[in-house]
């Protein structure tokens, strides 16, 4: 049980370095890949630690190899969108937001797989709810933009979309190939990537360029190269942990923990890093969300 609140703290210090690190490297002018790239070469660095934490490519049904598919899109989407906002907003209120994903889940197991849900849980997603509505005031310094909503809106559904597909699959009888499941996940949303870039489909004017640029100059490679490489390890780091952790430790322990403690460290580090300034409101409703 030690050794499970070890990794669970390994999870949380994992997710929260990834939100710092995706916010560090939006701030930087000079990165030499766009968007779909970045994210392409992190979900290869996905697939690398799941086939080495996994002894390699196991056996995969029918089934695993259509959720692989299917999640391995959710999660270009999401990746691709929390990296949009964590980019165009506050790093602390987009981190909250991202974490209240887990209402989505909650509710779709408590529709269609009849689970049991007592007052205080209730009480809890009340709270989160004004927690977000608090955490959202045009009052503050803070600069929130139209675009920035709407990137937060699609990172929380896909957010959410992804914790109902894992959730349908530990319930599908082949939760046994998860790690294949994962990697078929990892290959896939790289190769999403490379197709949304293909046909065009950029987000912003300064993507707009080759998918890897070596017009910079050699630091600037260096800088995006280390970036990739943090944000796959730490964001595929606490991915390959969870999964263990949502089977090893009670849902009740596990996702109040781990999204509670994220929110708080992005918080403090959005203050501490990045000199954000909270209106009292504000941390208001970030207390209430941890």
Request: proline share 2%; aromatic share 14%.
């Amino acid at each position: 049980m030690y050794t499970d609140y070890l990794l669970l703290t390994a999870s949380i210090i994992c997710a929260a370095l990834n939100n710092i690190f995706l916010h560090l490297y939006n701030d930087k002018k000079n990165y030499t890949c766009n968007i779909f790239a970045f994210n392409a070469i992190v979900s290869l660095i996905w697939a690398l630690i799941f086939i080495i934490v996994g002894g390699g490519f196991g056996h995969a049904s029918l089934t695993t190899i259509v959720y692989g598919l299917i999640y391995g899109v959710i999660i270009a989407l999401f990746l691709m969108f929390k990296m949009a906002s964590l980019g165009s907003g506050p790093v602390s209120i987009t981190s909250l937001i991202g974490c209240c994903s887990l209402i989505v889940p909650t509710l779709f197991g408590l529709i269609f797989y009849e689970e049991t849900v007592n007052y205080l849980q209730i009480i809890g997603l009340v709270v989160l709810f004004v927690a977000l509505y608090l955490c959202v005031d045009p009052k503050s310094n803070m600069k929130i933009s139209k675009k920035w909503i709407i990137f937060c809106v699609i990172f929380f559904l896909c957010a959410g979309a992804s914790g109902v597909l894992l959730k349908m699959y530990n319930n599908s009888g082949f939760s046994a190939e998860m790690n294949t499941m994962m990697i078929i996940t990892a290959l896939t949303a790289m190769v999403s990537f490379v197709i949304i870039y293909v046909v065009g489909g950029l987000l912003r004017k300064r993507q707009n360029k080759p998918f890897l640029s070596m017009e910079k100059n050699k630091k600037s490679l260096l800088w995006s190269v280390l970036f990739m490489f943090l944000c796959g390890l730490v964001s595929g780091g606490y991915q390959r942990l969870n999964m263990y952790l949502t089977g090893a430790l009670p849902s009740i322990l596990f996702f109040p923990t781990f999204n509670g403690v994220v929110i708080f460290l992005s918080c403090a580090s959005g203050v501490v890093l990045f000199k954000e300034k909270l209106s009292v409101q504000q941390i208001i409703g970030l207390l209430l969300g941890v």
